[in-house]
């Protein structure tokens, strides 16, 4: 199992952007994915989280009506839609995978990509 981010980049506050997150090593059908996110001199958090055989997607309070994360497992890729960003979004942003259920604690996701960087300018 291989998590490649892409997606990332410098952006205008009000800007969007797509974050994807590829399996690039196998056909693995994960159960959940999740996206997270460590902002410089900050612990990483949890961004927003899918749950695929329950349909179910969560959402930080910082996410929530924002951004969309979405999953085509025909491309073995989640997605993370951001709109409305502003400064207080500029982080490393992970993408996380799992054969189980894990919330929004990170020690339970068992697959993690490098990271993909998103800055956002005032």
């Known amino acids: 199992v291989q998590l490649m981010e892409s997606g990332g980049g410098s952006v205008q506050a009000g800007g969007s952007l797509r974050l994807s997150c590829k399996d690039t090593?196998?056909?693995?059908?994960?159960?959940?994915m999740g996206w997270f996110r460590q902002a410089p001199g900050k612990a990483r958090e949890g961004v927003a989280l899918?749950?695929?055989?329950?349909?179910?997607?969560l959402y930080s309070g910082a996410a929530k009506g924002r951004f969309t994360i979405s999953r085509d497992k025909a491309k073995n890729t989640m997605y993370l839609q951001m709109n409305s960003l502003s400064p207080e979004d500029t982080a490393m942003y992970y993408c996380?995978?799992?054969?189980?259920?894990?919330?929004?604690?990170?020690?339970?996701?068992?697959?993690w990509g490098q990271g993909t960087q998103v800055s956002v300018s005032s």
């Open positions: 090593e196998s056909a693995s059908s994960f159960y959940s």
């Open positions: 899918i749950y695929d055989p329950l349909d179910m997607t």
């Open positions: 996380a995978a799992s054969l189980r259920f894990p919330g929004w604690a990170q020690s339970p996701w068992e697959y």
